[in-house]
């Protein structure tokens, strides 16, 4: 089967810019997540959604952090204006789980490496 | 407030040694263990532990749960170079899923 597909793999912008990062996740997988993961780090989860609703965004910074995923397969994250902080890998993954996220593995893509400088 | 910790941090073995990582957690509603493998790209799965005691393996990988003692260990023996990655834990209840900071494990000739 076809992985979870992200674009682009890397993004490098400056301070006060936007930038916007696509996924495709897996054929049928109900569940997408991005998640930011900062060197040396574990994966922060930003937002998930369950088809195309929003199920959990408690740590998206929403000022500066938007999400979307309208037709309850692909989705884009955006950030605008970015900030030096923002500079992290921003993982895509998405599961079979429909509303029990214990025990669907996730599925991650190969993120965006973003550098803000 | 839910927490995986995962120790050590970092680890560097030369290629043939055996190698065992931590994976604590305090989480309300535990349903779930997973360790995947993250390398330059995506992390990718290895385990899903649900049940307490019972080991799961693949290769020569080997995980293990103890709920009593809220920890899981991963087990790699004759280590080799191809296994130098980043080794991420998360933990699954219902609602919600909570990664380890990771453990980063350098194999040497």
Known sequence: EAGVAQSPRYKIIEKRQSVAFWCNPISGHATLYWYQQILGQGPKLLIQFQNNGVVDDSQLPKDRFSAERLKGVDSTLKIQPAKLEDSAVYLCASSLALGSSYNSPLHFGNGTRLTVT | ?109
């Open chain 2, 1 to 109: 407030e839910d927490k995986v910790v995962q120790s050590p941090l970092s680890l560097v073995v030369h290629e043939g040694d055996t190698v065992t990582l931590n994976c604590s957690y305090e989480v309300t509603n535990f349903r779930s263990l997973l360790w995947y493998k993250q390398e330059k790209k995506a992390p990718t799965f290895l385990f899903m532990l649900t049940s307490s005691g019972i080991e799961k393996k693949s290769g020569r990988l080997s995980s293990i749960l103890d709920k009593k003692e809220l920890f899981s260990i991963l087990n790699i023996t004759a280590t080799q170079t191809g296994d130098s990655a980043v080794y991420l834990c998360y933990t699954g209840t219902a609602s919600k899923l909570t990664f380890g900071t990771g453990t980063r494990l350098q194999v040497t000739l």
